[in-house]
């Protein structure tokens, strides 16, 4: 059986190499996928021509957000990723369309790295657009997990005494400010009932003039730009990436530090990532906790293997948390979070733990999500880890067929273990 294996091994790897990736004329393949020039006129975000290559070197485009860049170190021991002898034959369906592969999955998708990992091993792992193991790619706003992670380590060693203390008892230049008075745990569940509307097309809502704000006064100046509440905090969820960046305020104010130095040994050296990680910072030299977290597709997965394991990484013998446990089930399992958080009262679908996506269903799934289709599912019962980061035509997933199909082809990968 084994010479049978590799052989269809070898032939599901053809196939997956056949097929061009959507666009990559539209985003600049000709021009060697190029990376923006300048950081301040939003060509890196909006302009697709260098959306692959700035999603990919977004740490070196200069100037952006009038700040710098953060480092956080890699490990000196890295946590070991095995690879599957060949790649499982997953298959979804879509509408009418029925029996689809991977490969079409990637076939019809802008997506630039797809990364499955099962019990530790590496189930598939393909890029498109050039693209490589080592590029760090953007995470979009799959960053507020993180920044939710660094809250939860820094409420087990006491810097922050409890999650219903106000942000501004720990960042003083949001005293007096909606958000500043605002408790760190609303600001996880972005419930800050802040009167702000999310924009994501051009001229739509707040978050153009938030950010031009921001880039004059820093994060911590623009928390003034947001003058009343709409309604009481801890009411309702309603999603805006304001409170997140707040929450990095939070932690630089009661770790004393720079997230980056904090994270480095407690949480991106602890979870054996191979690659250092950048984050943008910016113009006080604060992580912009909203998104721009870069990092390689094998350290998010590396990520995802501890949250699987319940913020235990998996080889280690001790079985030492890395994540704190409590923490981290208040974040992820939508059976402990209030009525108004859950999946179908959040959202329709999907509810919302501290900075993470929670799924509907008997058991715990939850999701770290960006815009233009990065993202990472986390299904800790039977230890699955998806990742994907991509260049999407449109900033939100269900604006385009990737939303669907994403949720499909997930579906269809949980589906195919779920079986066995």
Not at 29 to 57: L, M
């Amino acid at each position: 059986m084994k010479p049978l294996a590799a052989a269809l091994g070898a032939v599901l790897a053809i196939a997956l190499t056949a097929y061009a990736a959507p666009d990559e004329e539209k985003l600049g393949k000709s021009q060697g996928y190029p990376i923006a020039k300048f950081g301040n006129n939003k060509d890196w975000y909006c302009d697709e021509s260098v959306r692959v290559g700035s999603f990919t070197h977004q740490a070196e485009i200069p100037g952006l957000f009038a700040g710098g860049v953060n480092v956080l170190k890699r490990s000196e021991r890295p946590l070991k990723l095995e690879k599957a002898a060949r790649e499982p034959d997953y298959r979804w369906s879509i509408g009418q369309e029925k029996n689809l592969t991977s490969a079409d999955f990637l076939a019809r998708q802008r997506i630039m790295g797809l990364l499955i990992i099962k019990d530790g091993v590496i189930q598939t792992e393909h890029y498109q657009y050039e693209r490589k193991p080592t590029d760090r790619f953007t995470s979009q706003s799959m960053a507020k997990s993180i920044v939710s992670l660094g809250i939860g380590l820094a409420l087990a060693e006491g810097k922050i005494a409890s999650l219903d203390d106000n942000a501004e008892k720990y960042a003083p230049k949001l005293r007096g400010t909606v958000l500043g008075e605002t408790t760190i745990r609303n600001l996880l569940r972005m419930a800050s009932g802040a009167k702000y509307r999310q924009g994501y097309k051009k001229g739509e809502g707040d978050s153009g003039a938030f950010w031009q704000v921001a880039l004059r006064e820093g994060v911590e100046g623009a928390a003034r730009f947001i003058k009343e509440r709409e309604y009481p905090q801890g009411e309702r969820f309603y999603y805006m990436s304001p409170n997140s960046v707040m929450l990095g305020a939070v932690l630089r104010g009661a770790i004393g530090m720079s997230v980056c130095d904090w994270l480095s040994p407690r949480l991106w050296q602890a979870i054996g990532a191979e690659e250092t990680a950048l984050w943008r910072t910016d113009k006080t030299g604060l992580e912009l906790t909203n998104g721009n977290f870069n990092a390689t597709l094998r350290d998010y997965g590396r990520l995802g293997m501890v949250l699987a394991n319940n913020g235990v990484r998996p080889d280690e013998p001790s079985s030492r948390q890395v994540i704190p446990r409590e923490y981290l089930l208040e974040a992820t399992d939508a059976n402990r979070a209030p009525e108004q958080f859950r999946p179908g009262k959040a959202t329709p679908y999907m509810g919302y733990g501290y900075q993470f996506w929670l799924y509907p269903g008997k058991r715990s799934r939850f999701a770290m999500l960006g815009v233009h289709g990065q993202s990472m599912l986390v299904d800790p019962e039977i230890k699955l880890v998806i990742v994907q980061t991509g260049a999407n035509a449109t900033e939100q997933a269900g604006d385009t067929s990737l939303g669907r199909e994403r949720e499909a082809f997930w579906r269809g990968v949980i589906a195919y273990y779920d079986r066995k």
